[in-house]
């Protein structure tokens, strides 16, 4: 099914992250270790993702994450620059679908899917008002 957003199909997008004491899994609390957590590397994946189709949107329109399904399969150390590369697989409606694989140096650290939702960033941001109003009644 094609897209009102114009949003090319097997569109790919990179981009490079370095791994700071912020991104470890010590200092988010996932773990005990100083290595990238995998919380970060979800983080970068969905960063990515962003960046890779907000140029489609007009700038009322933005993106929120929908489902994050990834492995992360090896270590990244702090100083360690990691690839992230994206690929758009599937567009319906507001739906994209992408495949993403994550790497520090030549080494698959991490891959998996995200799905993301085109989104009217005013409408969004009035039924989360919404919402926050009728929970504090």
């Not at 996932?30 to 970068?44: N, Q, Y």
């Not at 007009?58 to 270590?75: A, I, R, S, W």
Request: glycine letters at 8%.
């Amino acid at each position: 099914m094609s897209s009102e957003y114009n949003i090319p199909l097997n569109l790919k997008c990179t981009r490079e992250y370095m791994v700071g004491k912020e991104h470890t899994a010590h200092h988010i609390g996932s773990g005990d270790l100083e290595v990238l957590s995998t919380p970060s590397m979800i983080a970068f994946i969905e960063h990515t993702c962003l960046e890779c189709v907000q140029k489609y949107l007009d700038e009322k329109h933005t993106t929120v994450g929908v489902y994050v399904g990834v492995k992360h399969l090896k270590p990244a150390p702090i100083g360690g620059k990691v690839r992230v590369e994206v690929e758009v697989v599937e567009v319906e409606g507001r739906r994209i679908k992408f495949n993403a694989k994550v790497f520090w140096k030549d080494m698959l650290i991490g891959e998996g899917l995200h799905e993301r939702y085109i989104v009217d960033k005013e409408k969004f941001i009035n039924k989360l008002k919404k919402l926050v109003g009728a929970t504090e009644k």
